[in-house]
């Protein structure tokens, strides 16, 4: 079973990698990476703004790199990307 993991701590994995948090100004999203906390036991990563594919790969890289278990996956009818990140 995995264990418990905390959105602000994958922040922390992908600021520290010079990754760039996405912020809501202006009635919109910054380009930049999303934590969403998606249970106990898992995060949700997003890319706000152009290259989403590219750039969620590379989030995903850094992560797995750092011992996280690492899912692409994508929201339901076409949505968006998002990774699935765990820890083991």
């Known amino acids: 079973m995995a264990q418990r993991i905390r959105a602000r701590d994958v922040d922390d994995v992908l600021g520290a990698a010079g990754h760039s948090s996405s912020e809501f100004d202006g009635g919109d999203w ?52 998002r990774l699935l990140v765990t820890r083991p």
């Open 30 to 81: 910054d380009p930049g990476y999303r934590t969403v906390q998606a249970g106990p036991r898992a995060v949700h990563v997003f890319h706000d703004g152009p290259g989403e594919q590219q750039q969620i790969a590379a989030y995903g890289a850094t992560l797995q790199q750092t011992g996280h278990t690492v899912q692409h996956q994508q929201q339901d009818h076409g949505g968006r990307r």
